[in-house]
């Protein structure tokens, strides 16, 4: 059985530590984290999260859009664990849209973002994966990416302007 874990939260020390690589996909451990960690985003209605955000210091999320009242605006999609992600390439092109985290309830903010990606990563079998993201999946991504070298959304806005309570945002997306 899947287990709901413990989200650490803005000030744990675990959220600003660089994770390591994963180095035995099939080691068990690393597939019941992979398990916990979407059945924890999917409790807490995120569309994504990092293992650092349980306390694993392991190169590892999970993207797992879907609509909710957090995100109204998310595509749907599967579930998909990301392990050793990496950005091969990036458009010039950036976008500033808003992101909020399962570690830092409460707050939003407008974030720039590359609008495009090209990525790689090991998919939960072991199979190395390349991909082009783009818009709301390509935000999610460098998002977790962050997670990852112990940054967060917070530390990348431009102006505390771009900083919002969640009150705030839901009155701001309720009319888009
Ligand atoms: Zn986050």
């Not at 990606?117 to 991504?141: M, P, S, W």
């Amino acid at each position: 059985m899947s287990e709901i874990l413990d989200i650490a939260r803005l000030g744990h020390s675990v959220l600003r530590q660089p994770a390591e690589a994963v180095q035995n996909i099939n080691n068990p451990r690393i597939q019941t984290l992979i398990d916990n960690l979407i059945v924890t985003a999917a409790e807490a209605r995120g569309v994504g999260i990092a293992a650092p955000q349980v306390a694993c210091t392991s190169r590892l999320f999970v993207i797992a859009s879907r609509p909710s009242e957090r995100y109204p605006h998310a595509p749907s999609m599967q579930p998909t664990a990301m392990l050793n992600p990496r950005i091969l390439a990036r458009s010039e092109a950036m976008e500033k849209d808003w992101e909020g985290c399962l570690s830092v309830p409460g707050v939003r903010g407008l974030v720039p973002r590359s609008r495009e990606i090209e990525v790689e990563y090991c998919d939960r079998h072991g199979n190395l994966q390349k991909d082009i993201l783009t818009g709301f999946i390509a935000r999610i991504f460098q998002h977790e990416l962050d997670h990852l070298d112990g940054i967060l959304f917070i530390d990348r806005l431009e102006s505390s302007e771009d900083r919002f309570t969640e009150t705030e945002y839901q009155k701001i997306i309720i009319d888009c």
